[in-house]
């Protein structure tokens, strides 16, 4: 790495703030300065103070006061000054409050599960270092100056015309550059949707109330929840959500390539029927795209958003398929809301990091997003047959479904088992989450059997279940993590 830029700071030393004020004249007034900078961690340990002249300089005092005030800050501990490394913060000057800052991590926490199986992570050892490097420094070599100026709050063209030319492609999304906002992933496009703004404190875009599905996320409903909207449960049943049923709501949140998270895709008479109800009644489908590149047994279920582009805003982002460290989403919104989404964007500390962006662009761009959702397909596909077999093997009587499609599955348990099989698993180190914790309050308490690729389905509806992501755990411990889910399990 070229570290030519480290060895001019340590030339120059550090930049220092110091406010010179108190009683007792120049030179007690800078110890306490620079005592004070020291202990409360602004100056940290091994951080080169400026040499002498320098700061005299900047502070309008002799070079002896600086020199006196440093030499009694090596006498107390504080600094250490050496022969040709100049002065420096000691390594033992630890500023007492951040140090009690830092919070003491409880055992537990500290271990973290021995297996987690919770939905939602994908496989964080796979991230493509070495190709998004690549993309990274490309992006910042390319770069025109303009870039490091203040942004576009849509976002960098780049990006927006490479997502255009990609989800047309591999999702079937019809759109164009202008249409498209970049956010930091699916939460943050909700809350540009129905965060209140302007005097009357109404919402940008969308106003309650909204129909979700009957199991989705609880964050994204805690979000809406914050932001005054009102979700309505919508029931599911082997086909969907049962859009028959939308009555006021003037929206519907759906996630339709992949129900969240039973596993299903809604039924080509249901997305339909949805759209011909946004037609009709003025209303709008948000489309939570959320992993959609990943399905095992066809082709991939294309977008909602194809069937007519003014009715529906797709939302997607990067957080399955590269990583939700990134904090990269995207938002195609039918013509009439750009202008209000942006509006509601406004603030620069919403927007996403230009450098990533234009590193995703990048990415796409040459195609090393399809590269690496390709490879992560057949590794995830390879972790589902694992997890069907040893269910097959050891636990005959548990039914899988949702295995079509993503990241995780649903195992269907036997009526009233569900919390005793959570305990269990939280008792033997293994981190999942049961059915229930995914259900909107208002909601009835089952879903369909058989929903999504079901695996031995039997028919009629599934009060429990444990929701299980086979993404996280890293390969070598994946046979052990399946050893431990089957331990856990209600017998037969
Ligand atoms: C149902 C669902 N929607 C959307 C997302 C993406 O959320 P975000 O883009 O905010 O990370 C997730 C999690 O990755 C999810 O589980």
Known sequence: MDDSWVNEAERIGADLHLELSGPGGRRAALIRALREAVRSGRLTPGTRLPPYRSLAADLGVARNTVADAYAELVAEGWLTARQGSGTRVADRAEPLEAAARVPKKSPAHARGPRYDLRQGVPDASAFPRAEWLASYRRALQQAPNEVFGPGDPAGRRELREALTEYLARARGVRTAPERIVICSGFAHALRLLFQPSGPGGGSAVLRGPLAV???????????????????????????????????????????????????????????????????????????????????????????????????????????????????????????????????????????????DQLSLADFVARGAYDRHVRRMRQRYRSRRDRLVAALAERAPHVGVTGVAAGLHAVLRLPPGTERSAVKAATWQGIALDGLAEFRHPEAPTAVPDGLGGSVRAGGGLVTDGLVVGYATPSEHAYAAALEALCGVLPPA
């Open 213 to 355: 599905e009957s199991y989705g996320l609880g964050f994204h409903r805690d979000l809406l929840t914050a932001a005054g909207v009102r979700t309505v449960p919508l029931p599911l049943d082997e086909d969907g959500a049962r859009v028959d049923l939308l009555a006021r709501e003037r929206a519907v949140l759906l996630t339709p390539a992949h129900q969240f998270p039973t596993g299903g895709p809604l039924h080509p008479a249901r997305r339909a029927a949805v759209v011909d109800w946004a037609r009709a009644r003025g209303g709008l489908i948000l489309e939570d795209d959320y992993d959609g590149e990943f399905r095992y047994d066809r082709k991939p279920v294309g977008a909602v958003q194809s069937l007519d582009p003014e009715r529906v805003v797709y939302l997607g982002s990067v957080s399955k398929s590269l990583s939700p460290a990134l904090r990269l989403g995207w938002m195609v919104l039918p013509e009439r809301y750009v202008d209000g989404v942006l509006a509601a964007k406004g603030e620069r500390e919403a927007w996403a990091s230009v450098l």
